[in-house]
């Protein structure tokens, strides 16, 4: 069973930056992809950037240029650095771990966090 906790989310003005972090536990071996969603309340979740153990990398295109995902195999934690942020950014960032080479959707992630709260001021 592998746990997911994401942080580093907050309060952060326009133009901003804010750096989120997802920590796992458990069997994290397991699965071969990981990746940041967003959620704005009454809309579905949203793909936001994906990395895979072979560091491929995907970006949705609102993100692209201002989004980097990385990862610390060491301390088994993937980031989220998100730079020139927008009031359209504001959503609910949830990690999640999957099985596939990479993946843009919900369907293809089995383990999920909590997810962090991210506000962006105009």
């Known amino acids: 069973q592998v746990q997911l906790v994401e942080s580093g989310g907050g309060l952060v003005q326009a133009g901003g930056s804010l750096t989120l972090s997802c920590a796992a536990s458990?069997?994290?071996?397991?699965?071969?992809?990981r990746a940041w969603f967003r959620q704005v309340p009454g809309k579905e979740r949203e793909f936001v950037a994906a990395?895979?153990?072979?560091?491929?990398?995907e970006y949705a295109d609102s993100v692209k240029g201002r989004f980097t995902i990385s990862k610390d195999e060491d301390k088994d934690t993937i980031y989220l650095q998100m730079n020139s942020l927008e009031p359209e950014d504001t959503a609910v960032y949830s990690c999640a771990f999957g099985s596939v080479s990479i993946g843009t959707t919900e369907a293809d992630y089995k383990v999920w966090g909590q997810g962090t709260q991210v506000t962006v001021s105009s």
């Open positions: 990395i895979n153990l072979l560091k491929r990398r």
């Open positions: 458990g069997r994290s071996f397991e699965y071969f992809t």
